[in-house]
């Protein structure tokens, strides 16, 4: 009895620290948004008046406009890339009968292990040697390196789950090997693909420290924000911070519907 | 389909992302490597094998230091994010389907929120006229503001925050895997409630702990953003040296060899925690 006793009020503990870590997690997010609409010039908790000033302020601005921009494009340069060079990765892991396959998964997911510090050290060294450092060139695959692993991750562990018999079916009916994969294998792990591209979106938008080696007169969103934090807290930064909340959210919630939460798709093993 | 077509053919598709991890990856740590044995004078980098800059970075004294206050800044947050998130795992696990799809929500949405929107918000909250200090003062509770940030605190703080959803998860993983007869049969055999947790469970999930703990040691020892922006001038970790020292300075070699310093210790976390997997797997 005493047991029981003990082992609910232990449970009750947990609960208390949960809710405590939740509210961690969150109430910083929430009270930003909070901020972000206020009227006056100032930053203030709770605003004593609300009003769109600093998003019109943000939206109307050339220096926020380009770096959005540039970051936007990046992105939607990545992804795509990103998605299609990891997924054929992903197949040649899953279907070659190869010797060392373990060491290789290991080689093609340790970008991701290694500090991104040290990696931009080393692609800021031969981007200079190529004379490409400050441009799309470097970005592109610097940003490549860092996105690809985890596309290799989650389309990976839909593959793992996917019953090849399905793909051997449609091409003993006349189906070519590539129009199997694409009409039957891709379809079925569309959710590892949806995770993939989301994954690579968000890493190449939120990605700083690269960059910021690679970067002489381009800004990325990150950049940009980071110089103006360090100049001055204004409450530009704050709407700033909340658009790019709402694009991740976004993308966030797409990834939750579709039933692929990151600790299923295997980002975590 | 013989053997050998299926091995080119999976070659084949492995083609493009080597080919992109040599030129942006292996190549630029082999380059590092490289660099880390030549020598700096006068603003000239010559190659060869000098253990200059080895020498220095041991022996100057502030290197060092450095890297330990990295290393100790690192254990704090690690051990933060392991008390905050074993009984957040803990509830996981007890939690019905959609208690625990919520909770999961929770955890993770964080990993895709931009990491310096986050460190947006914690300036906003912690700094000198932040909404702490701001409320304390109008309440007259205090006359200067308390320093919640550029200070070590901040900086724990704020990393854990981006980095706390990667100690829950691999804890969750371990504590699923486990069998609930065998704390079942502990409790039944009269233990309490911490003794069934710290001889059953816990002996258990240490696959899972040993996992968070690594992942969130190698991503504190080379986060530089958080640290910058929440110590400002006042936490001086061995990333924000490197980052001074090739953009400041141009002694590529010195960041080289600082570099693999903390490719050193990560190396060193990682076999650490290989043998406390291997310890736990034979139980």
Same mark, same amino acid.
């Given at each position: 009895?005493?047991?029981?006793?003990?082992?609910?009020?232990?449970?009750?503990?947990?609960?208390?620290?949960?809710?405590?870590?939740?509210?961690?997690?969150?109430?910083?997010?929430? $009270?930003?948004?909070?901020?972000?609409?206020?009227?006056?010039?100032?930053?203030? !908790?709770?605003?004593?008046?609300?009003?769109?000033?600093?998003?019109?302020?943000?939206?109307?601005?050339?220096?926020?406009?380009?770096?959005?921009?540039?970051?936007?494009?990046?992105?939607?340069?990545?992804?795509?890339?990103?998605?299609?060079?990891?997924?054929?990765?992903?197949?040649?892991?899953?279907?070659?009968?190869?010797?060392?396959?373990?060491?290789?998964?290991?080689?093609?997911?340790?970008?991701?292990?290694?500090?991104?510090?040290?990696?931009?050290?080393?692609?800021?060294?031969?981007?200079?040697?190529?004379?490409?450092?400050?441009?799309?060139?470097? !970005?592109?695959?610097?940003?490549?390196?860092?996105?690809?692993?985890?596309?290799?991750?989650?389309?990976?562990?839909?593959?793992?789950? !996917?019953?090849?018999?399905?793909?051997?079916?449609?091409?003993?009916?006349?189906?070519?090997?590539?129009?199997?994969?694409?009409?039957?294998?891709?379809?079925?792990?569309?959710?590892?693909?949806?995770?993939?591209?989301?994954?690579?979106?968000? $890493?190449?938008?939120?990605?700083?420290?690269?960059?910021?080696?690679?970067?002489?007169?381009?800004?990325?969103?990150?950049?940009?924000?980071?110089?103006?934090?360090?100049?001055?807290?204004?409450?530009?930064?704050?709407?700033?911070?909340?658009?790019?909340?709402?694009?991740?959210?976004?993308?966030?919630?797409?990834?939750?519907?579709?039933?692929?939460?990151?600790?299923?798709?295997?980002?975590?093993? | 389909?013989?053997?050998?077509?299926?091995?080119?053919?999976?070659?084949?598709?492995?083609?493009?992302?080597?080919?992109?991890?040599?030129?942006?990856?292996?190549?630029?740590?082999?380059?590092?490597?490289?660099?880390?044995?030549?020598?700096?004078?006068?603003?000239?980098?010559?190659?060869?094998?000098?253990?200059?800059?080895?020498?220095?970075?041991?022996?100057?004294?502030?290197?060092?230091?450095?890297?330990?206050?990295?290393?100790?800044?690192?254990?704090?947050?690690?051990?933060?994010?392991?008390?905050?998130?074993?009984?957040?795992?803990?509830?996981?696990?007890?939690?019905?389907?959609?208690?625990?799809?919520?909770?999961?929500?929770?955890?993770?949405?964080?990993?895709?929120?931009?990491?310096?929107?986050?460190?947006?918000?914690?300036?906003?909250?912690?700094?000198?006229?932040?909404?702490?200090?701001?409320?304390?003062?109008?309440?007259?509770?205090?006359?200067?503001?308390?320093?919640?940030?550029?200070?070590?605190?901040?900086?724990?703080?704020?990393?854990?925050?981006?980095?706390?959803?990667?100690?829950?998860?691999?804890?969750?993983?371990?504590?699923?895997?486990?069998?609930?007869?065998?704390?079942?049969?502990?409790?039944?055999?009269?233990?309490?409630?911490?003794?069934?947790?710290?001889?059953?469970?816990?002996?258990?999930?240490?696959?899972?702990?040993?996992?968070?703990?690594?992942?969130?040691?190698?991503?504190?020892?080379?986060?530089?953003?958080?640290?910058?922006?929440?110590?400002?001038?006042?936490?001086?970790?061995?990333?924000?040296?490197?980052?001074?020292?090739?953009?400041?300075?141009?002694?590529?070699?010195?960041?080289?060899?600082?570099?693999?310093?903390?490719?050193?210790?990560?190396?060193?976390?990682?076999?650490?925690?290989?043998?406390?997997?291997?310890?736990?797997?034979?139980?």
């Amino acid at each position: 009895m005493e047991n029981e006793y003990s082992s609910r009020l232990g449970y009750r503990l947990l609960l208390a620290i949960t809710a405590l870590v939740i509210t961690f997690l969150i109430a910083p997010l929430a $009270i930003l948004v909070i901020q972000s609409f206020t009227a006056e010039s100032y930053l203030s !908790f709770p605003p004593p008046s609300y009003g769109l000033r600093w998003y019109a302020n943000v939206l109307t601005s050339a220096d926020w406009q380009d770096s959005a921009a540039l970051s936007l494009l990046l992105a939607c340069i990545v992804t795509p890339c990103s998605l299609a060079i990891g997924t054929m990765a992903a197949f040649g892991l899953n279907r070659g009968p190869l010797k060392g396959r373990q060491a290789l998964y290991a080689l093609m997911i340790s970008p991701m292990v290694l500090p991104h510090i040290v990696l931009g050290l080393g692609i800021f060294r031969i981007a200079l040697e190529l004379n490409i450092s400050d441009s799309m060139l470097a !970005f592109v695959p610097a940003h490549l390196t860092i996105t690809i692993p985890f596309v290799i991750i989650t389309v990976g562990a839909s593959l793992q789950s !996917f019953d090849i018999s399905m793909e051997e079916a449609a091409q003993s009916l006349g189906a070519s090997r590539f129009g199997a994969v694409w009409h039957v294998t891709l379809p079925i792990i569309r959710p590892g693909l949806i995770a993939g591209a989301i994954f690579s979106f968000i $890493i190449s938008f939120d990605e700083f420290i690269i960059t910021f080696f690679l970067a002489t007169y381009s800004r990325t969103l990150p950049l940009e924000m980071f110089s103006t934090l360090m100049f001055q807290v204004k409450p530009s930064i704050a709407a700033v911070s909340s658009l790019t909340l709402a694009v991740t959210a976004g993308l966030t919630a797409i990834l939750m519907f579709r039933g692929q939460v990151a600790g299923e798709s295997g980002i975590i093993k | 389909m013989t053997e050998a077509n299926e091995n080119f053919r999976a070659w084949w598709l492995l083609s493009p992302t080597l080919l992109l991890y040599s030129l942006t990856f292996l190549l630029p740590v082999c380059l590092l490597v490289v660099m880390s044995f030549a020598k700096f004078e006068n603003s000239v980098t010559s190659f060869g094998f000098y253990l200059d800059n080895y020498r220095k970075v041991f022996g100057d004294g502030i290197t060092i230091l450095i890297f330990w206050r990295t290393v100790k800044l690192s254990i704090y947050i690690t051990v933060a994010c392991v008390l905050l998130g074993f009984p957040v795992a803990m509830v996981m696990r007890r939690a019905s389907p959609r208690g625990r799809l919520w909770l999961l929500f929770f955890i993770v949405s964080p990993l895709l929120t931009s990491i310096i929107v986050r460190n947006v918000a914690w300036v906003l909250i912690l700094g000198r006229s932040g909404i702490i200090n701001d409320t304390l003062r109008e309440w007259g509770l205090i006359a200067a503001p308390l320093p919640l940030m550029y200070n070590t605190f901040g900086v724990v703080l704020a990393v854990v925050h981006v980095y706390l959803s990667f100690m829950v998860l691999p804890i969750y993983g371990a504590l699923q895997a486990i069998n609930p007869s065998t704390e079942e049969a502990a409790a039944s055999l009269g233990a309490s409630p911490l003794r069934v947790f710290w001889f059953v469970t816990l002996p258990q999930s240490l696959p899972g702990l040993a996992a968070g703990c690594t992942l969130v040691f190698i991503l504190s020892m080379g986060v530089y953003l958080t640290p910058v922006i929440m110590g400002g001038n006042f936490v001086l970790t061995l990333p924000m040296l490197i980052t001074d020292v090739v953009r400041n300075q141009y002694n590529w070699p010195a960041a080289s060899a600082m570099s693999l310093m903390l490719l050193a210790a990560i190396g060193a976390m990682v076999l650490a925690s290989t043998a406390v997997r291997r310890f736990g797997r034979q139980g």
